[in-house]
């Protein structure tokens, strides 16, 4: 995991540490995904802020966005 930045995204509400932006890359079968997520400086507590899906489709490429509405863990 790569946290970008020192930019302070929010403030976590279980324990009021502040929330950093971390984005994962995961490899799958033929696809790859990018999650966006807040992780929580003090108690390590993670939050989705969406993710991408790049994938191949009959030999087009196919990028599916989740919001973090529809991603809630
Ligand atoms: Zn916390």
Redesign the pocket.
Known sequence: MKVVGKNIEGI?S??G?RLVLVIEKTLGDGARKINYIYR?T??G?KRSAGSIKISKVNGTVKVTVYRASENKN
């Open positions: 976590c279980r324990c540490s929580c003090g108690c507590a």
